[in-house]
DNA sequence: AGTTAGCACTCGAAAGAATAGAGTGCTAAT
DNA sequence: ATTAGCACTCTATTCTTTCGAGTGCTAACT
């Protein structure tokens, strides 16, 4: 373990770095921070931390900057004080992630958004993951016959639809009583646990429509599946130039095509754990290269005590970490709050 | 105009400077292309040129490079002769740009991540306008009474939902019999001719359902008027970080803010003129500070021979503007092809 | 009159040299 | 244990020099 004065001089380099994105020499820490101690105790102190992986020097006569491992010290200090301050603007960003919308997608758009420009990080979603949730009305319809839509209502109140095309012609008064069946059957189960039902053939047999069903359940199953793939947003992907940290365009190209390339991405994020609501992965704790010098905060939102979906932000590893914490905390705070009000 | 020769020396220097994205000397074109005359030759021609306003010197002892109004007048005369080859991958193409959705919204954006593949620019499309579309089939419906969902099937075939909220309940029952007077009043308008239509009043009266349909009808118009919303897809958004005029940093920023503003952006797709289709917008001849070293591309992609949305590529105004111009060409063909065969 | 060879001149990009300064690590004194 | 002092290191910056591609002009050629 660190002794005291260790800590504080890490913290205090970290602090240093944050704002300059330079390496820290032992005088400007002296100078700027009351440790009470001289430069040369602070060099030796140093000399220390970097003995110990907590500092790197890019080359032999220059200052220094915290490792990734710093930052997981620092981090989980951050993370088990705990020291949450509410921030002030709850209500704007209410109002802000809603606008007029009641659509759980909109949310989580806006939600990225605004986080994006509250952190000036590039921030991501995972979409409501609607499967997890339950249904609370399912409708068939057609014009022709052939083409069927399929619309969802789902527990958090997102409307999801799908089209599908058959070579039976179904109508509209076959639909529709169909969906007065699959309604009864399906209430308040989870698109999972429905589709695991048509696929056991664990259903009903009403008589006159059992043919009919027959051929159009596997439509529906494939038509559910389709809707409930998981949906990515990206907001302020520009925002990683800013950063001193990617003025070299091809690192800044290497970083934006990661984020472009959404299956990578959604499988990245999803893989999050997020027991503890805040996840944070740290530089060379992110398994892809083009990550090894981001650091991903990720926390989860919820529905009915659930997590349903994803929010969070990329960037260097040089980051605020305890300003972003509580924007983060705020957010999914907010986010949850919303959807339990929208279900009234 | 330009005599033979001259046009012959112009169009060796776009093409020269096409490949190498460097100012363009007299002895490179005698060496390159077979003009049959010497470099000094050519160097009176260039001079000639430059007076004119073809040619541009970024210093007084570089070679040249096209001006905006040397590219346009070759654009003009690409599309006046109008060398159009077919693309070979044709079916390739339906098929990628297909996959296995039969939405327009889809359709639209796989095309326009694979427009982005095959050009290596950044491409945009906004999406079918479908307030020009005629509507299919409306379809309300409502699990609690308050929270209305609307269902839109339009002659292009997709589907679109809205949920709206009302105060006073309206239940299935009555919402089935609305649905049936508003497909029968409203079957085969656009969205435009049904919002104008409910504003004027201009509607049918059932004793007994004219209260409800007073009630709910400017939610619908609501409704109506915001799933018609413009879109836009952008795909290959770092595409532009791969060309030697944007290894500035600064300048790739701009670029990519300008882009991912979708409001400016679509204000400025929506407006360019398409009426011959295709549509080059060169450097300075775009409003926006931010576009004015690119070029801008677009075409429109039709239903039923009338125009319903955009689909273009943006980059620096040094293009290869004849293969971009036979590739958007072969891609709205596909499109509309696709589109003429959705609707049987 | 149009074309071309020849050559002096220009200017930026690249390479090299000199300088400045921030920072370290060690030693010796406190 | 702490600190002042100092030699040493290394990069970043600035200034110079060099190099070469390219022009524009002149005079000769066809």
Redesign the pocket.
């Known amino acids: 373990m660190l002794d005291e004065?260790k800590l504080k001089v890490l913290y205090a380099i970290i602090d240093s770095h944050l704002n300059t994105a330079?390496?820290?020499?032992?005088?400007?820490i002296s100078k700027d921070y009351d440790l009470?101690?001289?430069?040369?105790?602070?060099?030796?102190e140093?000399?220390d931390l970097?003995d110990r992986g907590y500092l790197i020097?890019?080359?032999?006569?220059?200052?220094?900057i915290p490792s990734d491992k710093a930052y997981r010290l620092y981090v989980d200090q951050l993370l088990t004080n705990n020291e949450k301050k509410e921030l002030e603007r709850n209500q704007e960003i209410k109002e802000e992630i809603q606008q007029e919308t009641k659509q759980t997608e909109d949310i989580i758009k806006n939600s990225t958004r605004l986080l994006s420009q509250l952190t000036s990080y590039t921030a991501i979603a995972i979409s409501p993951q609607i499967n997890k949730l339950r249904l609370k009305h399912i409708q068939l319809m057609s014009m022709d016959g052939n083409n069927i839509i399929l619309v969802l209502l789902n527990s958090s109140g997102s409307v999801q639809n799908n089209l599908f095309y058959i070579d039976e012609k179904i109508y509209n008064d076959n639909l529709f009583l169909i969906s007065k069946i699959l309604n009864d059957e399906f209430n308040n189960l989870t698109i999972d646990e429905i589709v695991d039902k048509i696929k056991n053939k664990d259903i009903f047999k009403i008589e006159e429509l059992s043919t009919i069903l027959d051929y159009i359940l596997p439509f529906i199953s494939k038509s559910l599946q389709e809707i409930s793939e998981t949906k990515i947003y990206i907001d302020g992907l520009t925002k990683i130039l800013n950063f001193p940290e990617y003025r070299d365009i091809d690192k800044a190209r290497d970083f934006m095509e990661f984020i472009e390339d959404e299956k990578t991405l959604i499988n990245l994020i999803s893989n999050m754990e997020n027991e503890d609501g805040l996840t944070i992965s740290i530089g060379e704790e992110n398994e892809p290269i083009e990550m090894k010098h981001c650091s991903i905060i990720t926390t989860n939102y919820q529905f009915t005590d659930k997590s349903i979906g994803k929010i969070g932000i990329i960037g260097p590893t040089r980051m605020d970490y305890l300003k972003l914490i509580n924007i983060m905390d705020t957010m999914s705070d907010n986010i949850n709050e919303i959807f339990k009000i929208l279900m009234g």
């Open positions: 004065r330079e390496p820290i020499g032992s005088r400007t009470g101690v001289s430069a040369a105790t602070i060099r030796n140093m000399s970097e020097k890019p080359h032999s006569s220059a200052g220094r």
